[in-house]
């Protein structure tokens, strides 16, 4: 049951931090509702008001410029049918329609999901791959930082009481670069993600890897990318590629930091991080050379 609260919505950023400032603990910021409602219905959150940040201006803005800026309050269905998004980061698009169901799609935002801090969040996993970095404002101006610091752990950000998530800023890959997004689950929520992107360089058999970034979300406390398994991708030779897919997927695999719970063991998790890094490797690699591959596996979305 939903105790009785005040509901406010503010139309500036301004008005809606000075809220928040003035109520401190009693307050929380309520966009989409898809977690927050939940979680008061269920008890374990009793803020006695809400601020809701639904109308304030440039919030729900999708821009371009060098990076693509995306509005705190900006919809997973709305990412998912944006024309700039589909032209500047297909994949963030892609994955969009891969989140939750239609009905969570439809009102729940991707400020509300980076800044609730999911460990099973596709979109912070995927953000990482794209250099993201977040803005936040409060009474004290404006201040980014990237999706690695603002993201600390467990339903845990560096998000001060009196400030909210602005906007999402991404870095889109350069042309030519082959990504992949690959999510594996049987419950609601997914179990593993792994995000992949490979920018090849050269020309012929000099065609080498000039840069990698491999992320993996849901088996450790949070989102991170897997630098090891970078590192042994960065100048592989592109024909060489199906060769290295063992050694980088352990590489992955023993990056992450795994624990017990009703996904599954630490040891099947980090099994699954090595299985499913071995495929998005493999999907990435292909479409960084022209070719869409055809890839299908039992209870997963390739993306
Ligand atoms: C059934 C179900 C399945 C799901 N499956 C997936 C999935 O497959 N992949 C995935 O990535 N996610 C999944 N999610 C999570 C979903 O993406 C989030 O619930 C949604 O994006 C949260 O957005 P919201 O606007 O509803 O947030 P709210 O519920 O309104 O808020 C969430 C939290 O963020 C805070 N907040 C909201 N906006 C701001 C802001 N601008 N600044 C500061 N703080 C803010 C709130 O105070 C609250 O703590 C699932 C959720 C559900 C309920």
Redesign the pocket.
């Known amino acids: 049951m939903l105790r009785p609260f005040t509901l406010h919505r503010p139309e500036t950023a301004e008005d809606a931090c000075a809220l928040l400032a003035t109520l401190g603990e009693d307050a ?12 008061m219905k269920l008890g374990l959150l009793r803020p006695p008001h809400l601020v809701d ?1 639904k109308r304030i201006a440039g ?1 729900g803005d999708i821009a371009d410029g060098p990076s693509l800026t995306i509005g ?2 900006v ?2 269905r709305t990412l998912e049918r944006s024309p700039l998004v589909r032209a500047r980061c297909p994949l963030v698009a892609s994955v969009a329609r ?4 239609v009905r ?2 439809n ?7 980076l ?2 801090a ?1 460990p ?5 996993t995927l953000f990482l791959t794209l250099d993201a970095t977040v803005e936040l404002v409060s009474p004290r101006g404006r201040r980014e930082l990237s999706l690695a610091e603002f993201v600390r752990g467990p339903w845990e950000t560096a ?1 001060r009481p009196d ?4 906007a999402v800023r991404l870095s889109p890959w350069p042309a030519g670069t082959g990504a992949a997004y690959v ?1 594996f ?1 049987v419950h ?3 179990t593993l ?1 792994i995000a992949v992107a490979l920018r090849l360089d050269g020309a012929g058999e000099r065609t080498r890897v000039a840069d990698a970034r491999v992320a993996i979300g849901c088996v450790s406390p949070r989102p991170m990318r897997a630098e090891s398994a970078e590192t042994r991708l960065n100048g592989v030779a592109a024909a060489e590629l199906g060769d290295v897919t063992g050694v980088v997927a352990d590489a992955a695999a023993e990056s992450v930091d795994p624990a017990d719970d009703l996904h599954g063991s630490a040891e099947y998790k980090r099994e699954m991080v090595a299985v499913f890094a071995r495929r998005a490797l493999r999907v990435a690699a292909a479409r960084a050379r022209g070719v869409e591959p055809a890839a299908r596996f039992p209870h997963a979305v390739v993306a």
């Open positions: 929380a910021p309520y966009a989409g509702g898809t977690e927050l409602l939940l979680l940040v919030f705190a309050t919809t997973h891969h989140v939750a169901n969570v799609r009102v729940g935002t991707v400020g509300g999901n800044a609730f999911d099973h969040s596709d979109l912070a998000r400030e909210l998530l602005a999510k689950g609601e929520r997914p993600g």
